[in-house]
């Protein structure tokens, strides 16, 4: 039985993990037949939004680990826990949070970093070539890990795609219901919500690209 890390930012499309993304995520996991297991840093979210109005509120602080563990019923493990042998791939959500937490694209653009315990996460699946799969935002973390041409796709906003070309990974253009495969590097990458008008809609892509990541194994 495949074993797959799904790698959270939070809870909340506007200050972390988009929730449709996730649990269509690990509802494609589990109708597979793979198991998964869930895993956030523990570290401060950038920020926190008001879900009902889009406001920030300022005075209010929150922890990606324990927002994270609103979506999978407490079953979360700080990204310093992983024991790579464990593991045949990983799945990253998209939402504001992979932007905002996971990485600071959000506000840095094609000058952004990813936060280096998630950077080393990450890392150790590509270093031993298990699949990635990246969905909605969460690609723009792809040039910051893979340094060998990288493909993927955000859709087909220009401005996004500018920025991931600029960072050095080579952007498709993709439809809500496509996934980019480069195989060179074993990534995975689909729209989502960037695209999605809907969570059917969303759901096409995802479940071709947890199918993809498991057939990668």
């Known amino acids: 039985m495949k074993n797959i890390a799904v790698l959270l930012s939070g809870c909340g499309v506007y200050d972390g993990a ?3 993304e996730s649990v269509l995520t690990l509802l494609a996991l589990s109708k597979a037949g793979a198991n998964y297991q869930c895993f956030a840093p523990d570290v401060e979210q950038m920020h926190v939004v008001n879900h ?3 406001e920030i509120n300022a005075a209010e602080t929150r922890n990606v680990l324990q927002e994270s563990a609103r979506i999978c019923r407490g079953e979360v493990l700080n990204v310093q826990s992983l024991d790579i042998t464990e593991y045949d791939g990983l799945i990253v959500p998209g939402g504001f949070g992979a932007a905002k937490n996971l990485c600071d694209f959000a506000v840095a653009g094609s000058g952004s ?8 996460f990450i890392q150790e699946f590509a270093l031993v070539k298990k699949p990635i799969g990246f969905m909605c935002i969460a690609p723009v ?4 890990i893979f340094k060998t ?4 796709t955000i859709g087909n906003d220009s401005g996004t795609a500018q920025a991931f ?7 498709r253009d993709a439809t809500v219901e496509d996934i980019i495969v480069d195989t060179h590097n074993n990534i995975v990458s689909t729209p989502a919500y960037m695209l999605a008008n809907s969570i059917a809609e969303a759901n096409v892509g995802i479940e071709k690209l947890v199918a993809k990541v498991l057939e990668m194994t």
Do not use: K, Q
């Not at 973390?141 to 910051?144: D, L």
């Not at 041409?149 to 993927?152: L, M, R, S, T």
């Open 141 to 144: 973390m792809i040039p910051s």
């Open 52 to 54: 009902l109005n889009g």
């Open 113 to 120: 970093t990813v936060e280096p315990s998630v950077e080393a």
């Open 149 to 152: 041409n990288p493909i993927g």
């Open 18 to 20: 988009e929730i449709h």
């Open 165 to 171: 070309t600029e960072m050095g990974g080579e952007h």
